[in-house]
């Protein structure tokens, strides 16, 4: 499969500057430059017109600065920023700004190749997302269609990024889920996902029958549970069918063994 072209605008008002990041940026493969610019306001204007994936601009620029260009295209649709610039004292600035990468002049042929990989990750990422999220929207419109189809309107699969596609999975094949700062990590069997969510979000969306929350970063698919087992040093592991122990948190520990107890054919 090959690699998508990467479309770039650059921006600078120095001309020597702007050439010689042109060819630096040429010679990096499968990147067009799809415009050039010599101050804020053409940078912004081009930016709009050409739709860039990536915009790599000079800081200190005439009229709109490099800083307040990126202010202006910021947003889920805006492009990826790289700035460049002679001065360190920007740097902080420029990554509150979230931009993906920060080139130092002078720069080189490598350190240019290293800042659009960079870009490129997180253009496919944003594609992989937004085509999850459509793929999501999609299923919703035919949930609303055929409400008669689903089980209380739960979850019964999930689109997760996989290698810059999309992957379904099915909810009954989830074992457990485990919280990881701003993702969830989705155990299947010997696998794993990462996907980004949260735990609070995504137990809403599952059959509580079918679901427990076991701790504050733990969730557990009831039929996985094979033994409610003592922790060393206090406290309960749920021991699950397929060898994995996530913790059970002490807030939830007594909700999960009167849960447990009420449950036909439990250990």
């Not at 990096?28 to 915009?55: F, K, M, P, S």
């Not at 130092?104 to 240019?112: H, I, N, S």
């Not at 889920?177 to 137990?203: K, N, P, W």
Request: glycine share 6%; net charge neutral.
């Amino acid at each position: 499969m090959s690699t998508p072209v990467l479309t770039v605008l650059l921006a600078d008002d120095e001309p020597l500057a702007l050439r010689r990041l042109q060819r630096l940026v040429s010679e990096v493969e499968d990147v067009r430059i799809v415009a050039t610019a010599t101050d804020g306001d053409q940078a912004l204007a081009r930016a709009r017109e050409t739709a860039a994936e990536v915009v790599i601009i000079d800081i200190k620029m005439p009229g709109l600065d490099g800083v307040s260009v990126a202010r202006a295209l910021a947003g889920p649709d805006g492009p990826v920023v790289i700035f460049a610039t002679a001065f360190d004292r920007y740097a902080i600035q420029a990554f509150d700004l979230a931009a993906v990468d920060y080139l130092l002049k002078p720069f080189d042929a490598p350190r240019v190749a290293e800042a659009l990989g960079r870009a490129r990750a997180q253009v496919r990422a944003r594609d992989a997302e937004q085509r999850i999220g459509e793929l999501r929207a999609i299923v919703q419109d035919l949930r609303a269609e055929h409400p008669e189809a689903e089980g209380g309107g739960f979850e019964t699969e999930l689109w997760i990024d996989n290698r810059g596609g999309a992957q379904r999975l099915l909810v009954r094949d989830l074992d457990w889920i485990e919280a990881e700062r701003d993702y969830v990590r989705l155990h299947v069997g010997e696998r794993s996902y990462l996907v980004r969510d949260s735990i609070r979000s995504l137990i809403e969306r599952l059959d509580p029958a079918c679901f427990v929350r076991i701790h504050r970063s733990a969730v557990v698919q009831r039929d996985r549970v094979a033994q409610l087992a003592p922790r060393p040093g206090g406290g309960l592991t749920a021991v699950l069918s397929t060898g994995a122990r996530p913790p059970i948190g002490r807030s939830h520990a007594a909700a999960v063994r009167r849960l447990f107890r009420r449950t036909p054919n439990r250990a």
